[in-house]
């Protein structure tokens, strides 16, 4: 594994983590792993240092509503469906996009105050832009799993146990 990788998988595992304790671990000095880190956000490879944030400890959010809609897309000439993504992933609503192989074109994953925002947002917004054939919403209900983070806290039993 190169440096850069070692760094990254530090980085992905612990954005928090120092350049001290990175140094420590890969056996660089300070100044290269600072290099390092410059090179990888200079190239777009690390775009952001982010929170990820429990979804059901949230109070701020944890009203907001999440669903998952699949598009069939009509493609545009000359732009494939990269014409069609753009328009799409410029709504504040949409969290995530993603071509997709199989029986529709666009997954895409938005947040809304309300089931009714939500629904209107699609009907609205993503229905009516030219070559979207149709759209499939799915309501998130609860997350247990995402991006490698279990959100589901392990109930223990604090009953006392009894020998006989």
Known sequence: MDGEEEILNLLRDNARISVEDISAMTKKTVQEVNAIIQHLENEGIIMKYATIVNPEKDNARKAAVRAEIEIQVTPEREHGFDAIADRIYRFPQ???????????????????????????????????????????????????????????????????????
């Open 94 to 164: 949409v969290k995530s996009l993603y071509l997709m192989s199989g029986g529709y074109d666009l997954k895409v994953v938005i947040e809304g105050d309300t089931l009714q925002d939500v629904a209107l947002f699609v009907a609205r917004k993503l229905s009516t832009i030219e070559g979207v054939r149709s759209t499939k919403t799915h309501f998130f209900l609860k997350t247990y799993k995402e991006n490698d983070i279990v959100y589901v806290e392990k109930s223990t039993d604090s009953r006392e146990g009894v020998i006989a």
